[in-house]
């Protein structure tokens, strides 16, 4: 009987250490991929955009959506504007570069 008492305890404990290994690695990971991020946002007054992006938000492809907060952003060698819009109930977000154009 004591055999076995000792056996389950060891089982449980193997099993126990395994799961909380598992656990540390998916942490590791999580941390790695939040460090790559190199883009650099800046807020921008929506007063302050450059014309081309203000005459792009007033465009038949943006009726209806009203712009609520801006960014410059810089990532690599890409730099473009990311504006929030609303509709309604409805929110999204545009990326838009400094000649009025959608970024992909």
């Known amino acids: 009987m004591k055999k076995l008492i000792l056996s389950a305890a060891f089982l449980a404990f193997a099993g126990f ?5 598992s656990e540390v690695n998916t942490m590791k990971n999580a941390a790695i991929v939040a460090v790559q991020d190199s883009a650099v ?19 038949d ?5 009203t712009a ?6 810089k990532e690599g060698t890409k730099e473009y504007y990311l504006i929030n819009v609303k509709k309604e ?7 838009i570069d400094k000649d009025g154009k959608p970024v992909q």
């Open 17 to 21: 250490s395994a799961v909380q290994a």
């Open 89 to 95: 109930a409805e929110t999204g977000s545009v990326k």
């Open 41 to 59: 946002k800046t807020p921008v007054k929506l007063e302050e955009l450059p014309e081309p992006v203000k005459t792009a938000l007033k465009s």
């Open 61 to 65: 492809a943006y009726k209806g959506w």
């Open 68 to 73: 609520t907060e801006a960014w410059s952003v």
